[in-house]
């Protein structure tokens, strides 16, 4: 139920231009603005924000607030009534407003779930990118005039410089594919010299080249830089090479995905070899590195060589479909890795291959600290769920289990279940289909040899599930096999 100050707020939304109002009335007002989808009204409130710091995200609330709204034409209001701002204050040197930051972090969670029409994190990453190259415009021409009002009598522009107004820094997540990478290249470039400047706190690239993200690196402030995601580029270990010795001027990077980057190291050759060598290196050069996502990287006995070099210890490990051998286990077993991980993504992993035991003496050693554990299509059978079942109850601060995909029966989830009650901390499990929850797929020729799910005997063991949640008192621990209802937890924020 709405707040009696929500409501009231609301009326005044209602009604543009705004009247005078008190200062404390701001951030209230803004996120009425916002959810009823009253872009001119934030404006406004932009303008005259009285405070220097405005943070969207918090000011927004979490992503299920905009289920129901369309807020792409607010978030360009922002930008715009920033924009318009640093605009009046070039015009105007003695005119400044209270803003000087920005803070756009965090606007995939604001969003993404359920992402309205029209609005992604790239299309605000872009958004963004432009509103910096039109100040940076605007800032030129405005220095041109002034030069040519300040010429001197022989015709030749003097020295006088008109004072720069403070600006904005805009502290954002940026998202960049080949569609969005010229105009952030711009803005970027434009530096510190623009009015409004970009501060980035996550970077994520998908599809484009290693140098054209190395001149992006290039240009980021080294101060604010955390998490870099590198996704369906395809660079292979050489890309890997060019990119990584960029990334040692980013002092607080923690977080360091590199998905389908084309690295396969099946087939050791000379060059290869070398090129692991490297890349152990320059990763052994980032000492707040914390969390490292290889997805789909062909280690194949490999990952000794690749995270040799590391300085500490990782909390976050992600190595889903990276062909591991269990020389990699054993390794990680053996490392100062395992006692530190409280995120182990070993999705994919071919635990009938010769791994079982492998992973059993894994999740040992991390079990004292593992908050998170996906096993996602494991080829993981009832035998083995049961030889694993022990060591996954001495996981005690578990929070999320991750199993879907895996050809596990009704009983061997019902007994999971049961077993792993007293995992307090444990709060999410995805489990698969049940394998005697499929039946055959008719055609028209007969049986098909697929098979496909009976919604009626899924329905009947979600609700047995669901009852002996309630039985036990669990109510606040979730079993779904839908893999996508419910987001992971965030490791950084844990």
């Not at 924000?49 to 792409?72: A, E, I, M, S, Y």
């Not at 609005?119 to 405005?142: D, N, P």
């Not at 593992?370 to 080829?379: A, Q, S």
Request: proline share 6%; aromatic share 6%.
């Amino acid at each position: 139920m709405d707040s009696l100050l929500f409501l009231c707020a609301r009326r005044v939304v209602a009604r543009h231009p705004l009247p005078t109002l008190p200062t404390d009335l701001y951030p209230v007002l803004f996120q009425v603005a916002f959810l009823d989808g009253r872009p001119l009204v934030l404006r406004d409130l932009v303008a005259a924000w009285p405070f220097p710091v405005l943070h969207f995200q918090r000011l927004v609330g979490h992503r299920d607030l905009l289920r129901d709204h369309t807020c792409k034409l607010c978030v360009q209001a922002v930008f715009q009534a920033v924009v318009a701002q640093l605009r009046r204050e070039l015009e105007e040197p003695g005119r400044h407003s209270s803003l000087r930051v920005l803070d756009m972090t965090r606007l995939s969670d604001s969003v993404s779930g359920h992402t309205p029409p029209g609005l992604t994190v790239w299309s605000s990453t872009k958004a963004l990118a432009k509103a910096c190259v039109e100040v940076s415009k605007h800032q030129g021409e405005f220095q041109r005039r002034g030069s040519k009002r300040h010429k001197g009598s022989s015709g030749a522009a003097t020295a006088v410089a008109s004072p720069q107004p403070p600006g904005v820094d805009v502290h954002a997540d940026l998202f960049v594919d080949r569609r969005s990478y010229g105009i952030l290249r711009d803005a970027l470039q434009a530096g510190a010299a623009c009015p409004l400047r970009l501060k980035c706190r996550e970077f994520k690239a998908v599809d484009i080249s290693a140098s054209e993200i190395v001149t992006l690196l290039e240009s980021l402030d080294p101060s604010c830089l955390r998490r870099v995601e590198l996704c369906f580029n395809y660079f292979g270990l050489t890309g890997l090479s060019v990119i990584l010795p960029h990334l040692s001027r980013f002092p607080e990077l923690r977080s360091l995905k590199l998905r389908y980057s084309n690295v396969d190291l099946r087939h050791l050759t000379p060059e290869s070899a070398n090129g692991i060598r490297r890349v152990a290196k320059q990763l052994g050069m980032l000492p707040s590195l914390r969390e490292l996502n290889l997805g789909s990287s062909q280690l194949s006995g490999n990952l000794r060589q690749i995270l040799c070099d590391l300085q500490a210890p990782l909390e976050s490990l992600e190595l889903g479909s990276c062909s591991l051998a269990p020389a990699d286990l054993a390794f990680l077993s053996q490392s100062f890795h395992a006692p530190a991980l409280k995120k182990l993504d070993l999705s994919g992993l071919k635990v009938s291959q010769g791994l079982l035991e492998p992973l059993r003496l894994l999740l040992e050693e991390t079990s004292a600290s593992l908050l998170h554990l996906d096993l996602l299509g494991c080829h993981m059978a009832d035998s083995h769920l049961e030889a694993l079942l022990p060591t996954l109850r001495r996981c005690s601060r578990l929070r999320y289990l991750g199993l879907y995909g895996n050809s596990l029966s009704t009983a061997a989830l019902k007994g999971l279940l049961q077993k792993t009650l007293e995992l307090l901390d444990l709060k999410l499990v995805v489990y698969p289909y049940p394998m005697d929850c499929y039946k055959p797929a008719p055609s028209e020729f007969g049986w098909d040899f697929e098979e496909v799910v009976d919604e009626e005997l899924l329905a009947a063991v979600k609700v047995e599930f669901s009852q002996l949640l309630e039985n036990s008192g669990r109510t606040d621990l979730i079993w779904t096999y839908n893999p996508f209802s419910h987001e992971a937890l965030d490791y950084f924020s844990l």
